[in-house]
């Protein structure tokens, strides 16, 4: 995968975990947080790996 690809894919990776909440006190914490953290391991796990290849 090129380097560009690359970039844009960490960039991804950024702006979605920018989304998560930010503080555990509210209510909604959790399940968000779960699900940002799916988000990011298939980032990381399926696409990111892919560009060391």
Do not use: A, F, G
């Given at each position: 995968?090129?380097?560009?690809l690359k970039e844009k894919i960490?960039?991804?990776?950024?702006l979605?975990?920018?989304e998560d909440i930010p503080h555990s006190?509210?209510?909604?914490?959790k399940e968000h947080h779960e699900s940002i953290k799916?988000?990011?391991k298939f980032?990381?796990?399926?696409?990111?790996k892919e560009t060391d290849k």
């Open positions: 995968m090129d380097k560009i960490e960039k991804l990776r950024e979605v975990w920018n006190t509210i209510p909604e914490y799916k988000i990011l980032i990381d796990d399926e696409l990111l």
